[in-house]
Each structure stands twice: as C-alpha cells, then as structure tokens.
C-alpha cells in the first residue's frame, strides 16, 4: 500500500519497458476522454481522473533502471505526454513537475533521497510542485526561506502556479536557505503548516488546478534537501528535459483539436453555400476551401509531432549528464525548437478550428473553445520569443544559451 493525499491506495504496477509505457497512456488516455469536457467545465479538482493517473504506474517510466524503474528514454516520455495532452492537456500537465524532478533527484539526490523518495514514486506517489511565487520582480523572486530552529528545519512562505500538489504525496519546494543559497525541500502534502488551496480561476488548463500553497513553519527532513544552486553551475538538461514534456502538451493540444475538427467536419458541418450552389461541395468536407485549410494543418501538426521527436531524440544522445556546454545547448536549443514551434500549431489549430467547422462549433455544448484556451494558457507559462531569441543568438552569434531551468 501507498500514503497518497486522503488515505491509502494499492501500489501501482511498475512498467518494466518503453512498448509497455505507451500501451498503458493509450490505455490510461482511452478512459479519461468521455469526461474531459466535464473536467474543463468545473475546474474542480480532478480526483479520479488522477488517482487512476497514479495508479496505472506512468509515475514511475522515468525512474533509473538501478533504483527498479524502467527509464525509458525522453522520445518515450514525450509520446506518453503527447497521447494523454491529445485528450486532455490539464491531466498531462499535472505530473510535469514529477517527471522534473525525478530527474533532479537522479542526478542531484543522495543515495538515501533516491532510495526513499524512488520506492514511493514507483508505487505510485506524486510529487507536485511549489516553485513560482507572486509579488515579486517575476516569478523566480524566491521569498519563501528554509530556516533552522529548535526543532529542525521550517519553510515560510507562499507560493502559486502549484500544479498538481493538492492531490500529491510529496511536494517539492524551493526556498532560499540561511546563506541565501537555492535548494529543494521535499515535504509531504499532509505535513502541519502545509496548505494547498483550490483558488485557480483561469480560462485554459482549468483541471490542473494549479493554485497556491502556503507554508507557515512546515518541518522538513534535512535528509530531503537538495542543494538545487548546484544544478545550474555546470552544463544540465534539467530544464531542457522538464521542457520536453511542456513541448508534448502543446503537440497534443494541436493534435486534439485538429482531431475534433476533422470529426466535426465529417459528421456536422455543411458546405458554405457559395460551393454548394456552384456544384462543388455537397458535403463540408469536399469545400475546395476546408479541403485547403485542413490540409494545411495536417501538414504543420505532423511537422510539429516530428520536430518533438526528434528534440526527444537530441536528449537521448545527449543523456542526463551532459559531457560539457556545447552538448547541453545541443538538447536545449533542440527542445526550444520543439516547443517555441508546438505552442504556435497548437494555437493555430485551435483557432482555424473554427474556421474549418463554421458557426455551429461555437455552440457550448460542443465545448472546443477548450482547446484554444488550453494552448493559449500553457503557451503563457514562459515566452516563446525568448525560445527564439536563445535559438537565433547561437545560430547567427555563436552564443550558447543561459543555463537555467526553463530551457
């Protein structure tokens, strides 16, 4: 048995491979899609939808292969988040942060963090996140403090953007310690002094209910923090790696919308008049213009579904410990690449939606403004300029881009 948020569940199975990893999101994405309206409608938390998440031993894919997980590779990981963001982008973005920082912890754990903190996710624990904050300078103005006192270590402060963490095991928090150094505590979501609100009121991503979380003194191990100031003084794929999953979202998102369209297209739309009247259509799938539109679409969703394959594939060669700074750059420019590309088809799609299905797609029921909202709002989580910017500045100066956890 497993310790999640509210009680006791059965441990989840351990995926032993790649095939195995995405027959089960197939499968996991399958029993999700008749509800996925209902969840973007009510914005509540999606408890279900996320307990069967927990429980179908995706957590687990990329733990190493000698703590007893299957560590498949990045083009693995990307394809299980794009399948489940093709139904529903807000439960492919909830453990986003887990997959992070399973990697933080394979790369910057102790022996002890790994063997405790990996037996749990196996089993099927969560790890959400509490990182951004509001109120200051931008959102990485960290106020929140590891501090000591009598009784050990206490956080304070307050957090947001929290995805996830009200239905997780574990919560990874990052704080500035006594020295002002940046590091990571790992505090349970039942923890005295850990407070996880709802008060997530957005118009895309609405299931991720990703709110704020409040820390008054909350004690933390010492033997779960990670000096995290580390990661970012020597060449790391941390970021480029937690941005892959953010890119397979956005492949996602267009892929379910241009899906919706081409079965709106098929079986409700009807021809616009003018190709009707003239002799073209006799149906909206057989409008020259639709015809043009939609096969444009497929053209940039396949690029883009590519182009995240083969950043993924650029990280495989690359791996979770960069040999240097040029090979770093090699995996961050290459997601950069996928994502900056991914965030502009998904909206796009989302938007010639409706282009291609006409007036009747706008009615509510139908409910695919969702996908337009959901891009839109996982496109602001950081700028797609700067992605450029990072990728144009190699290309023309030779600049290799700054290293830091976003990229």
Same mark, same amino acid.
């Given at each position: 048995?497993v !310790?999640?948020s ?13 095939a195995?990893a995405l ?5 996991y ?5 008749d509800s996925v309206?209902e ?8 408890a ?9 031993g995706?957590l687990?894919?990329?733990?190493p292969a000698?703590h007893?997980?299957?560590d498949v ?5 990307a394809?299980?988040?794009?399948i489940?963001a093709?139904?529903?982008p807000a439960i492919?973005?909830t ?7 399973v990697?933080?912890?394979?790369v ?5 963090? $790994?063997?405790?903190?990996f037996?749990?996710v196996?089993?099927g ?5 509490a990182l951004?904050? $509001?109120?200051?300078r931008?959102a990485?103005d960290l106020?929140?403090r590891?501090r000591?006192d009598g009784a050990?270590?206490?956080?304070d402060?307050t957090?947001?953007y929290?995805t996830?963490?009200?239905?997780a !095991?574990?919560?990874?928090?990052s ?5 002002d150094r940046?590091v990571v505590?790992?505090?349970e ?6 407070d996880v609100d709802?008060?997530?009121?957005v118009?895309?991503?609405?299931a991720t209910?990703?709110?704020t979380?409040?820390l =008054?003194a ?6 779960l ?12 794929q941390?970021g480029?790696r937690?941005?892959?999953v ?12 241009? =899906? ?5 297209? !098929?079986i409700?739309a009807?021809?616009?008049f003018?190709a ?5 259509a ?13 096969? =444009? ?5 396949r ?9 993924a594939?650029e990280?495989?060669?690359v791996?979770r410990?960069?040999a240097?700074a040029?090979?770093a750059? $090699? ?15 998904a909206?796009?799609?989302a938007?010639?939606?409706f282009?291609?299905?006409g007036?009747?797609a ?6 695919l403004? =969702?996908?337009?909202?959901?891009a ?10 700067w992605?450029?910017?990072?990728i144009?500045n190699h290309?023309l ?10 990229l």
């Amino acid at each position: 048995m497993v !310790r999640q948020s509210g009680g006791m569940r059965a441990a989840a199975p351990v995926i032993g491979s790649d095939a195995a990893a995405l027959a089960v999101a197939r499968s996991y994405a399958e029993s999700i899609a008749d509800s996925v309206i209902e969840r973007d409608r009510s914005g509540a938390v999606p408890a279900a939808a996320l307990a069967a998440l927990d429980g179908s031993g995706l957590l687990g894919v990329t733990v190493p292969a000698e703590h007893g997980g299957p560590d498949v590779s990045p083009v693995t990981l990307a394809e299980v988040v794009r399948i489940i963001a093709a139904v529903d982008p807000a439960i492919a973005q909830t453990p986003q942060a887990h997959f992070l920082f399973v990697d933080v912890l394979a790369v910057w754990g102790s022996d002890d963090q $790994r063997q405790r903190l990996f037996a749990d996710v196996l089993a099927g624990a969560r790890i959400g996140n509490a990182l951004a904050e $509001r109120g200051g300078r931008h959102a990485q103005d960290l106020r929140t403090r590891l501090r000591a006192d009598g009784a050990g270590l206490r956080l304070d402060g307050t957090k947001y953007y929290c995805t996830g963490s009200v239905t997780a !095991r574990w919560i990874a928090v990052s704080a500035l310690d006594e020295s002002d150094r940046l590091v990571v505590a790992f505090v349970e979501r039942d923890a005295p002094g850990v407070d996880v609100d709802t008060d997530w009121d957005v118009m895309g991503q609405r299931a991720t209910v990703s709110g704020t979380t409040t820390l =008054r003194a909350a004690p933390v191990d010492p033997a779960l923090v990670v000096p995290y100031h580390r990661a970012f003084e020597v060449p790391q794929q941390l970021g480029a790696r937690a941005q892959l999953v953010h890119a397979a979202i956005q492949v996602g998102i267009a892929g379910g919308a241009l =899906r919706d369209a081409t079965e709106f297209v !098929r079986i409700r739309a009807r021809p616009f008049f003018e190709a009707a009247r003239g002799g073209w259509a006799d149906s909206a799938g057989q409008d020259p213009h639709t015809i043009l539109r939609h096969g =444009r679409l497929v053209t940039r969703v396949r690029a883009a579904e590519q182009l995240l394959r083969w950043a993924a594939g650029e990280l495989q060669d690359v791996g979770r410990h960069p040999a240097d700074a040029d090979q770093a750059a $090699r995996g961050s420019l290459a997601v950069a690449q996928a994502k900056a590309f991914a965030c502009d088809i998904a909206t796009e799609v989302a938007s010639d939606l409706f282009a291609l299905t006409g007036a009747s797609a706008a009615d509510e029921r139908h409910d695919l403004s =969702r996908h337009w909202r959901n891009a839109r709002t996982h496109a602001s989580h950081d700028p797609v300029d700067w992605k450029y910017h990072h990728i144009g500045n190699h290309v023309l100066n030779g600049v290799l881009p700054p290293n830091h956890g976003q990229l």
